[in-house]
């Protein structure tokens, strides 16, 4: 037996597979094995790079895969079936690798600054076989202004990006109108959430809810917040990139 036979069949995947049913998420035996492969890539490559500070197997399971599946809890089915998502800010992959293992008809794009942790995506996604993913090396700024990628997803996803105010701009563009914007957030972002309204409106966007996930084992201090697209971005935004993060879009 390899090194890395041995090492999968000893992760027993217990706790991601009840804390994806308590969500509704049913994953086949192939799936969790799929979850075991990117743990075992994510932890080969974050000897080299970092990554992740989380690195327990457990941990793993509980902060990165199962977090990442709350999202089923706040987009639509048809959204889960065959739904175009781009991640912004993506880094290891999350939380867009784990929806695409879980929701294998989804396509998604996984957007990120920084060219090493694209290369380790663009490896992962060959190795977990992930044919929808694309991975692109960029600022969200920039991208969101190319014409095959501006308002044409059906989601936008973030997580531990940036502030609200900030990641409005950062993902509201990617969005078609009809579409959503959802990111995680802590439960105490409340008036970071409400400091942001003024930048969802100016960039064609609605405040939706913000909700509590009901996962078993996932930290519960985590919401989601859902923005609708309710109409085109203006041409101008996001603005050239750092300015979203130098003057966010506020009011005062
Ligand atoms: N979403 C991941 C990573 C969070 S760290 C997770 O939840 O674990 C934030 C990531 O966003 C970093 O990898 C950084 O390179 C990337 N990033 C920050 N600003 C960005 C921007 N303007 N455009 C694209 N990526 C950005």
Not at 94 to 122: C, N, Y
Not at 158 to 181: D, K, N, W, Y
Not at 195 to 209: D, F, K, M, N, P
Request: hydrophobic residues 40%.
């Amino acid at each position: 037996m390899s090194r890395r036979e041995t090492n999968c069949a000893t992760l027993d995947a217990g706790a991601l597979e009840r804390g994806a049913a308590s969500l509704g998420v049913s994953l086949s035996a192939a799936q969790l094995d799929l979850f075991r492969e990117y743990y075992l890539g994510l932890t080969e490559w974050n000897a080299r790079m970092n990554l992740t500070t989380v690195t327990s197997w457990e941990s793993v399971q509980e902060r990165h895969f199962l977090e990442s599946l709350t999202v089923a809890e706040a987009v639509s089915q048809e959204a889960l079936d065959d739904g175009r998502f781009v991640d912004v800010g993506t880094g290891a992959g999350l939380p867009g690798i784990p929806l695409m293992i879980a929701f294998p008809h989804m396509r998604g794009t996984l957007v990120d600054s920084t060219a090493k942790k694209v290369g380790f995506l663009e490896s992962m996604g060959e190795r977990l076989g992930l044919s929808r993913m694309t991975a692109i090396h960029g600022r969200a700024e920039t991208l969101a202004h190319r014409g095959d990628l501006r308002e044409g997803f059906d989601l936008a996803l973030a997580r531990a990006v940036a502030r609200m105010p900030i990641l409005a701009e950062l993902t509201l563009p990617f969005c078609r109108v009809g579409g959503q914007v959802v990111v995680h957030k802590t439960s105490r972002a409340e008036s970071e959430i409400q400091s942001a309204v003024h930048a969802i409106e100016t960039l064609g966007g609605r405040l939706g809810r913000t909700m509590t996930p009901s996962c078993d084992g996932a930290d519960s201090g985590r919401v989601l917040v859902t923005v609708e697209k309710v109409s085109p971005t203006p041409a101008r935004y996001p603005r050239r990139p750092g300015m979203p993060a130098k003057r966010p879009l506020m009011l005062g």
